[in-house]
């Protein structure tokens, strides 16, 4: 329908860092869980998935920017390791994403896998902000819980402001450094050709409001072309699972188009094309992360873009990574076998 090919799909927006810069932390400071203290180790092992509808962003954002106008339905992150052993999931996850948010902790500055995806996201091209986390480990900062960084900054002593000022000083020498202009957002006047740093703190939340808008803003006015929807499904395997009750599944990020119940697909598989129909199609709830166990909801139909389980029969050789096609009824059905082997 008319309507839907004009609207624009919710950019994907891939969360990148060193390990323990505070990447799971930052997300779960905004869908109000507590999915890093789960992890093993308290380190992220798999590539993350979670929905913000624009209501929870405009809710989140409203004290910085009243009057915003959120034009996209919402944003779909996607979480990855920072641990140097995962490179292949921080290259997969950048392939993914329209944006991202590249994580430096603000008392560490830039340290091997922040310079290791800055270089990913250059490759690509991909515009991405800055979040310089961590600012109430500042000596002395007072607590403002989720207000918006210049609100904050303006209750914090003189020696607070001295010491974050230095800091953020040194961040950008040594993204300089890396041949990168950087500057704290709203002093960046040259939007584009300077990468913006959002100071937050994914503890108390300072900073998250101007980190979301941000996002949402800048995504919905430069990015509309690459956020039209179109209708060719674009979707990409994350991770194969075997969960009770559903057999084996396999996690998704639908870029582009609808996914049906019932759609003939094909996948890449390790001995050879799968060609399996979807049983069903299953999301976690919005502001809840894809790879952590609960409770899902079934659709008949999930427009891009999402993060979906998927259950057929058959997936127990799909491989992660790869592109998912649904073969249409005009579609040679050799044909979409081979495409689907090209990954
Ligand atoms: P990996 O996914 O393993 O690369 O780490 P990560 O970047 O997701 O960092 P994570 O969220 O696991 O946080 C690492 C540690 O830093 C945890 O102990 C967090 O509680 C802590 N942390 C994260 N963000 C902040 C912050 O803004 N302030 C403070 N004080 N601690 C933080
Ligand atoms: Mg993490
Ligand atoms: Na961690």
Not at 108 to 136: C, M, W, Y
Not at 196 to 219: F, H, N, Q
Not at 237 to 249: M, N, R
């Amino acid at each position: 329908n008319e309507v839907a090919k004009e609207s624009l799909r919710s950019p994907i927006c891939c969360i990148m860092g060193h390990v323990d810069t505070g990447k799971t932390k930052l997300l779960d400071c905004i869908r109000g869980t507590n999915v890093q203290e789960g992890e093993a180790g308290g380190i992220t092992q798999q590539i993350g998935a979670t929905y913000f509808p624009a209501e929870n962003i405009r809710e989140r954002t409203k004290e910085l920017r009243p009057d915003a106008k959120l034009k996209v339905p919402g944003l779909l992150v996607i979480d990855t390791p920072g641990h140097e052993s995962f490179s292949n999931l921080r290259s997969r996850g950048s392939n993914l994403c329209d944006i991202a948010i590249l994580v430096v902790d603000i008392m560490h500055g830039l340290e091997p896998q922040t310079i290791e995806s800055l270089n990913l996201l250059r490759k690509r091209n991909t515009e991405f902000i800055v979040a310089l986390n961590k600012v109430d480990r500042l000596y002395g900062w007072k607590t403002c819980k989720n207000a918006p960084i210049e609100k904050a900054l303006a209750l914090q002593s003189k020696d607070v402001v001295i010491e974050f000022n230095m800091r953020i000083t040194h961040v950008i020498t040594q993204f300089k450094e890396q041949g990168l202009n950087t500057e704290i957002y709203y002093k960046n006047k040259e939007m584009g050709d300077t990468f913006s740093i959002v100071p937050t703190s994914a503890i108390s939340g300072e900073g998250i409001p101007d980190l979301l808008l941000y996002l949402v803003m800048w995504s919905q006015k430069t990015m509309v072309e690459k956020l039209t929807f179109v209708d060719k499904v674009q979707c990409t395997v994350l991770e194969v699972k075997v969960i009770p009750g559903h057999g084996t599944t396999i996690d998704v990020i639908l870029v582009n188009g609808v996914l049906h119940e019932g759609d003939q697909i094909v996948a890449c598989g390790s001995q050879g094309p799968i060609i399996t129909t979807v049983r069903s199609l299953l999301t976690p709830h919005p502001m809840k992360e894809l790879r952590v166990k609960g409770t899902y909801l079934h659709h008949r139909e999930v427009k891009a873009a999402q993060c979906i389980k998927i259950t057929a029969q058959g997936l127990e050789h799909a491989v992660a990574g790869t592109s998912l096609h649904v073969i249409e009824p005009d579609v040679d059905i050799e044909e979409a076998k081979k495409t689907a082997m090209e990954d």
